[in-house]
């Protein structure tokens, strides 16, 4: 009846537009060509009729124009919903994911029966809608379904995790309407918990199945609150487990009622859990003493590891027997209670603490202290750090800052450098980067007249701002074993104290440097028994004035490689001069190499006095020059020396020495071996586990801020190692104290004495 109510307000409707536009076809055309979609009326020759799709030529088959195809589209594999249309008189769909002539790839195709007098399928109407245009809403639902899911989801985690246990019920009632039983629809995970429910599902099971008792003595109640509509509490325990949990109940629908169950002694059970975890995981003394009781309520069990007494034990002390093994000048800090108009008083103290063993340790207490009503001492909670670590890092820091300020007051600050040119400048780098370049050739280098860098060479030698010399590679030489050793003297001792002759006895020590109340040298050798003879014998000659006996860093048989590195970059650095030339790094390479007696004697002369020409030498020891011109090119070349400009440190305000030695639990990693950071590094001696370095710095202050870097830089990329360093006044008489001759002379001529 609805349906021949709309049929009817249609046809008077379109009866109405036809007369509107004269006549049916060009209404129907007006229709057909408005529509943004392919619409098609087709006959069952497969033949299009009418079409709002443009260019089809009469009787044009609609599988030419829709897939062009020659023949139908069933003969070709693929189902045809016109024909299908045909078979079956009803409507239907299709998609097809298949690019066509007229379509994108993704499609919808609807078809339609137009049925004649007899009722048999005369045509067929076929229009498709792109998929693009149908899914946006589809997109759309899809959205509102996945959020509203994330939200179930949500709900359902928000639900479980629920502190309070919660379930929703459905009561059960006999024939009389009396209440017997209920049974649980849905529960949260912490109502299993409570009632320790181990069932997957609970959804209908009768309660009294669950706790027969819990049902017997709240049944009433729980229908009290269904039949008065409002919502009830009270406190109960649970028969089956004894937990005293406070109960809500109200109604939700007929028949229905919620339970909202919070526990009441496992929150306060959980906080006091938490609590005792966190104070057995702390590495902190952590205590509760009663004034009024005289004993301590707590104790953690740090207090074997800080204080070395058991638990029982120190439980057992009461206030006296505390201050018994508190140092005597820290009583009266541990026995400060504040004011007694205070109710609570929170103070940190560092005392000295007598351990079971008997020795005193520094301990950092954090501790507040209550009082009653009547102002009396109640309780004191507080925790014990050992500091004793911190306390010596504090004491050493405080040694090495009076030492630096007995350093600065006793150091005349007196000025050495003075303020060269900028060709003077450029000069000195030059001479250090290209030691044994001529004038001429090291005029073109750095882009100055001949005859100027020759005046200025010549200004700066008479002046002492360098001096030349030739470092041997004690390894072709047959020397293995380096060592730098150092030494700090007692309080009352100083430099004068020191007896040095053993150093003039022993042409190992090639370099030594004494300064105020510190000592460092260098050794080199073939053997080393020569080094430990000469360390107990330096230290037996000096047990008095050593503070610490020596301190050594050896190589011997581990000895990888020695850097020794020009002063250019230093003096790149310092006066910012920009050269991009890197600095020169020698190496010592280990294979040893025999020489005749006659380049023995020019190796000699050469080490002995650098500035000696070749003419000089020939004269000296009895050669031809083109012989000591010759010799000393293979003694270059083959690395037997190294050229080395050692400039005044002291004028370049560089007055201090610092030697870093990195221990290494492992090999040295590669990216440490080759790390060429510090520019005013002059030498690096590679071992397998250990790196010593020799830096220059301009202050005390330097130094440590140095240090204090390297030891982050390696500490964040993760690299271990254990780091000695100390720092040393350079003596003004520095080139006095270098002195490599000796040594030369004893390896060189030792089996022509």
């Known amino acids: 009846m609805e349906e021949d109510k709309k049929n009817s307000f249609m046809d008077s409707n379109i009866e109405e537009y036809v007369k509107r536009f004269g006549n049916a076809n060009l209404f129907i055309k007006k229709i057909i060509n408005s529509l943004n979609f392919p619409f098609s009326i087709i006959n069952k020759n497969l033949e299009i009729e009418i079409s709002n ?24 594999g693929e189902e045809c919903p016109v024909q299908k249309v045909f078979k079956t008189k009803e409507n239907v769909l299709m998609r097809a994911d298949k690019k066509e002539k007229i379509h994108n790839k993704h499609h919808e195709i609807h078809a339609y029966p137009i049925f004649d007098r007899n009722g048999e399928v005369a045509s067929v109407i076929k229009y498709d809608f792109d998929k693009k245009d149908l899914t946006s809403m589809e997109k759309k639902l899809y959205k509102i379904n996945f959020i509203i899911k994330k939200l179930k989801r949500n709900y359902e985690k928000l639900y479980n995790n629920l502190d309070d246990a919660f379930s929703l019920n459905e009561m059960i009632y006999d024939k009389n309407q009396k209440a017997i039983d209920w049974k649980v629809l849905k529960a949260n995970d912490k109502y299993r918990d409570i009632f320790k429910i181990k069932k997957k599902s609970i959804a209908g099971i009768p309660f009294s199945n669950i706790d027969p008792k819990m049902v017997s003595e709240n049944i009433g109640y729980f229908d009290q609150a ?4 409002r919502s009830q509490e009270k406190e109960i325990v649970i028969p089956s487990n004894k937990k005293k949990v406070n109960i809500s109940v109200f109604k939700s629908e007929e028949k229905k009622f919620v339970n909202i169950i919070k526990e009441i002694e496992e929150e306060s ?26 004993k301590f309520d707590y104790v953690s069990e740090s207090v074997f590891t800080i204080l070395g007494y058991s638990l029982e034990e120190f439980m057992k002390k009461n206030r006296e027997d505390f201050n018994k093994i508190i140092h005597n000048d820290d009583i009266e800090k541990i026995n400060n209670f504040g004011d007694d108009i205070e109710k609570e008083f929170s103070s940190t103290i560092e005392i000295r603490i007598k351990k079971k063993d008997g020795e005193y340790i520094w301990v950092r207490i954090k501790r507040a202290i209550f009082r009653d009503n009547n102002k009396k001492l109640s309780s004191c909670i ?6 004793s670590k911190e306390k010596l890092i504090e004491k050493e820091r405080k040694r090495l800052n009076e030492y630096l300020t007995q350093i600065r007051k006793k150091e005349t600050k007196t000025k050495e450098r003075i303020a060269l040119t900028e060709k003077e400048k450029i000069v000195l780098w030059g001479l250090c980067r290209y030691p044994l370049l001529n004038d001429e050739e ?10 100027t860098l020759t005046a200025i060479r010549n200004r700066l030698k008479q002046k002492k701002w360098f001096s030349l010399n030739y470092i041997p590679n004690f390894h072709k030489l047959g020397c293995q074993f380096i060592s730098i050793f150092d030494t700090n003297l007692n309080k009352s001792k100083t430099i004068r104290n020191l007896e040095l002759s053993l150093i ?3 042409p190992e020590v090639i370099l030594h440097n004494y ?11 073939d053997k080393y028994v020569n080094f430990k003879k000469f360390l107990d014998e330096f230290i037996i000659d000096n047990r008095k004035t050593l ?4 301190n050594e860093n050896s190589f011997f048989y581990d000895l990888d490689n020695i850097e020794l590195r020009d002063s250019s970059e230093i003096i790149n650095s310092l006066f910012y001069l920009e050269r991009k030339e890197k600095a020169i790094s020698y190496k010592f390479d280990k294979e040893k190499k025999e020489l005749s007696t006659n380049e023995k004697r020019i190796l000699h002369a050469i080490i002995k006095d650098p500035n000696m020409s070749s003419s000089e030498i020939a004269k000296k020891i009895w050669t031809s020059k083109p012989t000591v011109i010759k010799t000393k090119k293979k003694l270059l070349e083959e690395n037997f020396i190294h050229p080395f400009i050692m400039p005044d440190f002291k004028k370049l305000e560089l007055p201090y020495i610092g030697k870093l030695s990195f221990d290494f639990d492992s090999q040295i990693p590669t990216e440490i071996k080759n790390e060429n950071k510090d520019p005013r590094m002059i030498l690096k001696i590679i071992g397998r586990k250990n790196i010593t370095k020799i830096i220059l710095f301009a202050s005390e202050e330097e130094y440590l801020e140095e240090v204090d870097l390297i030891r982050d830089a390696y500490l964040k990329s993760g690299i271990y190692f254990r780091l000695n360093s100390e720092i040393f006044p350079i003596q003004k008489r520095q080139s006095n104290n270098f002195n490599i001759e000796p040594l030369i002379s004893e390896i060189l001529f030792r089996d022509e004495i």
């Open 547 to 550: 503070k610490f006996g020596l």
């Open 442 to 451: 090291l005029a073109e280098k750095i882009k100055l007249k001949r005859s």
């Open 504 to 506: 003039k006895k022993h």
């Open 382 to 387: 507080g925790g014990m750090t050992d500091i």
């Open 53 to 76: 799709i443009k260019g089809i030529q009469p009787n044009a088959k609609c599988h030419k124009i829709y897939h062009n195809l020659d023949i139908p589209c069933d003969k070709h």
């Open 269 to 294: 059970k959980g906080a006091e859990k938490q609590l005792c975890d966190l104070l057995q995981s702390s590495q902190d003394l952590v205590y509760k003493y009663n004034f009024k009781k005289d």
């Open 226 to 229: 269904l039949k008065n509509n």
């Open 515 to 525: 300064q105020d109340d510190k000592f460092f040298g260098v050794f080199v050798s």
